[in-house]
């Protein structure tokens, strides 16, 4: 079974970047379904993702968990874009 937490383990804090996409978001709409449709801008090379020899993984996290655990750690808090 596929855990968070198990992938992080297993690869290691040195070999993960964390990205947010509400700093990083060039565009957003929402489809006539009613999912979201954001377009991103990345350090992470084309070629990179192209060959699969970079993964990206989109999670969710409400931003007062994000802030909570930002603060108990000594980090700082996500700001409104």
Sequence with gaps: MFSLSGL?????????????IHQSMTEIAQTKRGDSRIT????????DVLHQRMVGVVIWIRREDINAYLQETGGTQLPHR
């Design 8 to 20: 992080m383990a297993s690869v290691g804090d040195d070999n993960v970047t964390i990205q947010t």
């Design 40 to 47: 991103f801008v990345t350090d992470v090379k084309a070629d």
